[in-house]
């Protein structure tokens, strides 16, 4: 069993910064920790759930969607055994629920079908 429960969303202005936190729980996933890569999607009103970042836990390699690279940066915490994603430079077009996913031994960074547990979203509004 795996699961994920996201917080640090809110409301910012245009050009702040927020700070995501994914903690992830349960047996499989703190005994098997390192096999997994998380990844942080969004989903925009009226628009289809996009990749945004994820990042390798055994090593730490990230990937990052064109639209965020060089503002947001993911990041994990062995020992909480969370993923954060720092947001910066934050725009209106980011303004999207954002949703914690892990995937276990896969392959992709970003096909969401890919990953197997979803945490429950948490909205981030950029006001102009």
């Known amino acids: 069993q795996v699961q994920l429960v996201e917080s640090g969303g809110g409301l910012v202005q245009a050009g702040g910064s927020l700070r995501l936190s994914c903690a992830g729980a349960?047996?499989?996933?703190?005994?098997?920790?390192?096999?997994?890569?998380m990844g942080w999607f969004r989903q925009a009103p009226g628009k289809e759930r996009e990749f945004v970042a994820a990042?390798?836990?055994?090593?730490?390699?990230?990937y990052y969607a064109d639209p965020v690279k060089g503002r947001f940066t993911i990041s994990r915490d062995n020992v909480k055994k969370t993923v954060y994603l720092q947001m910066s430079s934050l725009k209106p077009e980011d303004t999207a629920v954002y949703y914690c996913?892990?995937?276990?031994?896969?392959?992709?960074?970003?096909?969401?079908?890919?990953?197997?547990?979803w945490g429950q979203g948490t909205q981030v509004t950029v006001s102009s």
């Open positions: 349960g047996r499989t996933f703190t005994s098997y920790t390192s096999s997994y890569t």
């Open positions: 996913a892990a995937q276990f031994l896969g392959s992709s960074w970003y096909l969401q079908d890919e990953y197997g547990y």
């Open positions: 990042i390798r836990w055994s090593g730490g390699a990230t």
